[in-house]
């Protein structure tokens, strides 16, 4: 019985991932709107401006130039933060 609760929950999370990464992906590729360069690597990969890795099913980035990972909550403003600190 315990297994069936537990086979139930991930196939709940599963259909969540699955209607979540349209709208998510929409917002990565937005991006390019605002003068960034988007790459797509693999259907839950985008590189952004040949050094952030982002990764929207689960909003977690990869900054590949200072090899610092991490999680974000709006991509957009997440770009803008990074691009600022990196003009410093």
Not at 31 to 46: I, P, S
Not at 57 to 80: A, L, M, V
Request: no cysteine; charged share 35%; net charge positive.
């Amino acid at each position: 019985m315990e297994s069936e609760i537990w086979k139930e929950i991930r196939k709940e999370q599963q259909n969540r991932r699955r209607l979540r990464l349209p709208k998510r992906t929409q917002e990565i590729l937005s991006l390019r709107d605002k003068g960034h360069t988007v790459k797509k690597l693999t259907a839950f990969q985008y590189r952004i401006n040949n050094y952030l890795d982002v990764f929207p099913i689960h909003n977690r980035y990869h900054n590949i130039r200072i090899n610092k990972r991490g999680g974000y909550k709006n991509i957009t403003e997440f770009i803008q933060k990074v691009e600022h600190t990196k003009a410093r």
